[in-house]
């Protein structure tokens, strides 16, 4: 099945950084969708970007489908950015595949 | 819309314990699926309905059973519970398979 890679998988920031995010994932994609999830569990849905460039405030994604990898941006992070930040990929089945995650701390 | 709902919000059970999580979604979606998260991991997706009447095992199915009798829910049992089973559950809908899913607030879950 299909392989999703996320990195780093842990990052601290000082309130104010920019970061990038990544997910690599090993083959083509139906849909991929962007993921918070904050420290009370609860998953956010951040973008729906089966390719392309999204912006939403301070966050933006971009998916280069034909290079099987996205990238999540956050600037001018703020302490309520932090959790766990997941990208799921769609396979050919309609099945969503979850990287692992990249666990996000932003200090004051 | 109150979107996707999951009851209990937590559960203890003992092994061999059965109890039913249920999920609703008043989205009018076809698409519902159910997941466990267990700790440092991502979401593994266990059964899947693409409409009322048709249910599809995921990648983690064993131990789980599910029907889908209305398109408003889709509840997920398990029939003779197993410290394994210890995770978060959580249910998403789509108004159809293969566009973006919203998920519910979760379950967890714990079995001694």
């Known amino acids: 099945g299909i392989q999703v890679e996320q990195s780093p998988p842990d990052l601290i920031l000082q309130e104010g950084a920019n970061s990038t995010l990544r997910c690599n994932f090993s083959?083509?994609?139906?849909?991929l969708q962007w993921f918070h999830q904050n420290p009370w569990g609860q998953l956010i849905n951040l973008f729906y970007?089966?390719?392309g460039t999204k912006q939403n405030g301070r966050l933006s994604a971009t998916t280069v489908a034909t290079e099987r990898y996205s990238l999540l941006y956050i600037s001018s992070s703020q302490t309520t950015d932090s959790g766990v930040y997941f990208c799921?990929?769609?396979?050919?089945?309609?099945?969503?595949?979850f990287g692992s995650g990249t666990r996000l701390l932003v200090r004051p | 819309n109150a979107g996707v709902t999951q009851t209990p919000k937590f559960q203890v059970l003992k092994t061999g314990q059965s109890m039913t999580l249920q999920c609703a979604q008043d989205?009018?979606?076809?698409?519902m699926s159910w997941y466990r998260q267990d700790p440092g991991m991502g979401l593994r997706l266990i059964h899947y309905?693409?409409?009322?009447?048709?249910?599809d095992q995921g990648e983690v199915p064993n131990g789980y059973n599910v029907s889908r009798s209305t398109t408003e829910d889709f509840p997920l049992r398990l029939l003779s519970a197993a410290p394994s089973q210890t995770s978060v559950y959580f249910c998403?809908?789509?108004?159809?398979?293969?566009?973006?899913?919203?998920f519910g607030p979760g379950t967890r879950l714990t079995v001694t």
């Open positions: 998403a809908s789509s108004y159809s398979q293969g566009v973006e899913q919203y």
């Open positions: 083959d083509s994609v139906n849909n």
């Open positions: 970007i089966p390719s």
């Open positions: 799921a990929v769609m396979d050919s089945s309609y099945k969503l595949i």
């Open positions: 989205m009018n979606h076809e698409y």
């Open positions: 309905s693409v409409g009322a009447g048709i249910t």
